[in-house]
Nanobody
Framework: QVQLVESGGGLVQAGGSLRLSCAAS????????MGWFRQAPGKEREFVAA????????YYADSVKGRFTISGDNAKNTVYLQMNSLKPEDTAGYYC???????????????????WGQGTQVTVSS
């Protein structure tokens, strides 16, 4: 089993920045990919970004490309999401996910991930 704990959410004005963290514990050696998803009230959960440990490859949703950066610290079993130029439409609960087998072709698919954190709220005011 893998446990994921997110932190770093909060309230920020449009144009501001936040950095989310997700710390993994448990069978972390089994993780191949970690990702971030978000869900706004009344909307479906959507992919934000992912990183594959074995290759270092990163993947982004079009809506956040150029504004968000995902990175990881393997030694700390932690993945980060640096969010810049935030917009009100980025407001959502942000969830960390991890999986042993997710790779390039399924990194953006929420159903492919076995492990999820509890989420952290990001609110961007206009």
């Amino acid at each position: 089993q893998v446990q994921l704990v997110e932190s770093g959410g909060g309230l920020v004005q449009a144009g501001g920045s936040l950095r989310l963290s997700c710390a993994a514990s448990g069978r972390t050696f089994s993780i191949n990919t970690m990702g971030w998803f978000r869900q706004a009230p009344g909307k479906e959960r959507e992919f934000v970004a992912a990183i594959t440990w074995s290759t270092g490859n990163t993947y982004y949703a079009d809506s956040v490309k150029g504004r968000f950066t995902i990175s990881g610290d393997n030694a700390k079993n932690t993945v980060y999401l640096q969010m810049n130029s935030l917009k009100p439409e980025d407001t959502a609960g942000y969830y960390c996910a991890a999986d042993p087998t997710v790779g390039r072709y399924s990194a953006s698919t929420s159903g492919a991930y076995d492990y999820w954190g509890q989420g952290t709220q990001v609110t961007v005011s206009s």
